[in-house]
């Protein structure tokens, strides 16, 4: 058996971060999680995170951090990130007219090219985090294959419940970008794509903005292995393209999220990860 690292998005439990950042990450290593990936730093320093992550024994591997964080400041967000111990930084998300066919994209395209250079001269790398929406077609492509072909140095961090839910394969994409997936998300759900908002988006301090309140009628997320993603399938098909991480997320748990992310974790200890 290769050997399989899991890390647990902590947007997964930002609702417990929120009220006790050191005893939440301490809860996250004891239900079984040694790694992790950040989505916000409750304005804490590189210095300071870094100590809360040691002392809860957990290793922070990979982060969504906003594209505007980038533009702002890029050597401060490297150095920032370096002290942390993070390799892998990823555009969480980006508004859609800064993708291929929008109409920022022509300002947008040298702007994550000279991000994903810089961070690769720190030995670092540029990821991007898709959604549904980054799949509509642009010249009967998907815009998301058109970003990865026009700036090769910006590799992908598939979400893979998002790939799903647009009408695509999970398991076809991980397996078409062999040697540029170090970082898979792993993500379950129930229902179909609907008009109604399926998620939130991350801001550039790491907060969630829009979704739902509730519980989506046409859609829910679940924990591994409770909904209609094949988990293994992705998993296998991560190892053979070289992937590193896999990280566990669960946009919203609808109570518990300590609960669900121990779910998603015994659920993955069961198939003997």
């Known amino acids: 058996m290769p050997d399989v690292k899991i890390a647990l998005q902590l947007y997964t439990v930002r609702d417990q971060m929120e ?24 304005g804490k320093t590189a210095e300071e995170f870094k100590a809360l ?31 942390v111990g993070i390799t892998y930084i990823a555009i969480p998300w980006m508004d859609r007219a800064k993708a291929p066919g929008g109409d920022k994209w022509e300002e ?16 670092m790398q540029l990821l991007y985090h898709n959604h549904d929406f980054e799949y509509e077609l642009v010249d009967g492509r998907p815009a998301l ?16 419940c ?12 991980v397996s078409e970008y062999k040697g540029k ?13 609907s008009n109604s908002p399926a998620y939130a988006l991350i801001d550039k301090d790491g907060k969630a903005v829009g979704g739902d309140s509730g519980e989506p009628k046409a859609f829910a997320f679940r924990p591994l292995g409770q909904g209609v993603q094949n988990i ?40 003997g990860y």
């Open 145 to 160: 294959d058109l970003l990865f072909e026009a700036i090769p140095d910006l590799w992908p961090e598939f979400d893979t």
């Open 53 to 83: 992550l040691e002392e809860a024994g957990l290793t922070a591997v990979s982060t969504h951090f906003g594209i505007e964080n980038l533009e702002n400041d890029l050597e401060g967000s490297i150095a920032f990130h370096k002290t």
């Open 108 to 123: 947008t395209r040298p702007k994550i090219e000279k991000f994903a250079k810089a961070l690769k001269e720190q030995g």
């Open 19 to 42: 009220k006790d950042l050191a005893g939440t990450l301490k809860k996250v290593k004891e239900i079984g999680y040694d790694y992790v990936e950040p989505a916000g730093y409750y």
């Open 232 to 271: 293994p399938a992705i998993i296998r098909a991560g190892i053979a393209s070289g992937t590193e991480y896999f990280v566990v997320e669960q946009d919203d748990s609808y109570g518990d999220s300590i609960a669900a992310a121990k779910a998603s974790r015994e659920y993955l200890k069961s198939i």
């Open 181 to 193: 997936v170090p970082v898979v998300h792993l993500k379950d759900f129930v229902g179909h794509k």
């Open 162 to 173: 998002w790939v799903k839910y647009a009408g695509f394969d999970p398991v076809a994409y």
